[in-house]
């Protein structure tokens, strides 16, 4: 079973996504659709991504929100629906299933599908889509799962697109003397196995993406997406540095007391409106050969 998601952090992190993922892929894989495209959306979450995508795309489209977690699927629709009326749009449901939002641009449809995608590709509906798409995902799949997606989307020429994925280079500011063994546990937790077959890639993904999905004779495109977290932020900050700490001490047992103290002093920091921090990501968009 793949590893699944808080809703609120997934919330929490939401409006930092918008910011940092690149516009500019996005408007490449847009290019690269056609007029009504359908998307499957992988790990979908709340559905930040449709919400952030969708209006990039402006047009009809489907989309097909791909998650393990059925609580997660149905707080997408509902935060979905209340984005929307938010924006002036109506909204309809055709079923149970599927939300409809009307805007300007067209109908976009929005249905669910609970599986785990440890098994993917092989129980995705890839005949019945135009693109693959996830946010925050690839950094914690395997190598052979890459392949695996890559030589089965190779096979109905679809595009991929992945958002958000880890890059390695985090920072906190102020500097910390504990940044490093912080780091260093952290990274650590990054490559454990979470649930798709294997150690998980972490800051290796974009690079074990290029490679898989160059191999099976796909242009591959990346940017930078990182996060900026300013001091505007600090909550925020504090919340990522809480993360890093709790990782950091699962693997590193003999440094917990160092560990601690850095967490204490990020905490102060935050309190006082002196922490943020830059969090390294990268977006990847790979398109299948004409």
């Known amino acids: 079973m793949t590893e699944t998601f808080d809703a609120d952090w997934l919330s929490l992190r939401e409006e930092h996504d918008h910011a940092a993922r690149h516009a500019g892929l996005a408007l490449a894989l847009s290019a690269a659709l056609p007029e009504r495209p359908r998307l499957l959306d992988l790990g979908a979450g709340t559905g930040s991504l449709f919400r952030w995508l969708a209006p990039i795309l402006g047009?009809?489209?489907?989309?097909?929100?791909?998650?393990?977690?059925?609580?997660?699927?149905?707080?997408?629709?509902?935060?979905?629906?209340?984005?929307?009326?938010?924006?002036?749009?109506?909204?309809?449901?055709?079923?149970?299933q599927v939300l409809l939002v009307h805007t300007p641009a067209g109908a976009w449809r929005m249905e669910g599908l609970?599986?785990?995608?440890?098994?993917?590709?092989g129980n995705l509906p890839l005949d019945r889509t135009d693109a693959v798409v996830n946010t925050a995902l690839c950094d914690l799949v395997s190598r052979a799962w890459v392949r695996r997606m890559a030589e089965g989307l190779r096979q109905h020429r679809l595009p991929f697109y992945a958002?958000?994925?880890?890059?390695?280079?985090?920072?906190?500011?102020?500097?910390?003397?504990?940044?490093?063994?912080?780091?260093?546990g952290f990274r650590r937790d990054q490559a454990r196995d979470k649930g798709f077959g294997g150690v998980a890639l972490g800051p290796e993904a974009p690079s074990a993406m290029a490679r898989a999905f160059g191999a099976a004779g796909y242009r591959v495109l990346l940017a930078p997406s990182d996060w900026r977290i300013g001091r505007g932020f600090s909550g925020?900050?504090?919340?990522?540095?809480?993360?890093?700490?709790?990782a950091a001490r699962a693997r590193l047992p003999g440094?917990?007391?160092?560990?601690?103290?850095?967490?204490?002093?990020?905490?102060?920091?935050?309190?006082?409106?002196?922490?943020?921090?830059?969090?390294?990501?990268?977006?990847?968009l790979a398109l299948p050969p004409c």
């Not at 609970?114 to 590709?121: G, V």
């Not at 958002?163 to 260093?184: I, M, T």
């Open 163 to 184: 958002a958000l994925n880890v890059s390695g280079h985090e920072r906190f500011f102020p500097p910390h003397p504990a940044d490093v063994l912080v780091a260093r």
């Open 236 to 246: 925020f900050a504090a919340t990522l540095a809480e993360g890093h700490a709790n």
């Open 59 to 96: 047009r009809a489209q489907a989309w097909t929100l791909v998650d393990a977690d059925l609580g997660l699927i149905r707080r997408a629709f509902a935060e979905t629906e209340a984005w929307a009326k938010a924006n002036g749009w109506a909204t309809s449901w055709p079923s149970r």
């Open 114 to 121: 609970i599986t785990d995608l440890c098994d993917a590709p």
């Open 255 to 284: 440094h917990r007391a160092a560990i601690a103290a850095w967490l204490a002093a990020r905490r102060r920091q935050a309190a006082r409106g002196a922490l943020s921090a830059r969090i390294g990501h990268t977006d990847l």
